[in-house]
């Protein structure tokens, strides 16, 4: 049996994105091929790595990846993580299955200390 694609995009592929894909690969990778990206190409926060470690999952081998080259590939499902990657998709991202997930969430600016 084949695994279901799925791509997991928002805007910088810092945070969210990538703790979806990490979530979902720990929790069925058996049965998903994952990835994420996004539309600009940043880095992995180091809040989102320690968050996700605190869950007993690791994505500090996680790098942000720009959604372009992606969208190319057969995804079976397309699912955005905030409004800005939702509306910059727009019909590119039509797949068998797409949707959107959460809203305007805005990330620290670059360059504020992180809080413990």
């Known amino acids: 049996m084949s695994k279901s ?12 994105s990538q703790m979806a894909e990490g979530l979902l690969r720990a929790m069925a990778g ?37 959604y372009v080259g992606l969208l190319g590939e057969p995804w079976d499902y397309v699912i955005t993580v905030c409004d800005d990657a939702n509306e910059r998709l727009g019909a590119e991202g039509t797949r068998r299955f797409r949707t959107q997930l959460g809203g305007s969430v805005d990330a620290p600016p670059e360059g504020e200390p992180e809080r413990g």
């Not at 799925?6 to 969210?16: E, G």
């Not at 990835?35 to 600009?40: I, K, V």
């Open 5 to 16: 694609r799925v791509l997991f995009l928002c805007t910088h592929n810092s945070a969210r």
């Open 30 to 66: 058996e049965r998903f091929e994952v990835q994420s990206a996004g539309t600009e190409q940043t880095r992995v926060h180091p809040l989102a790595i320690r968050a996700m470690a605190e869950r007993g999952v690791d994505i500090s081998g996680h790098t942000s990846k720009l």
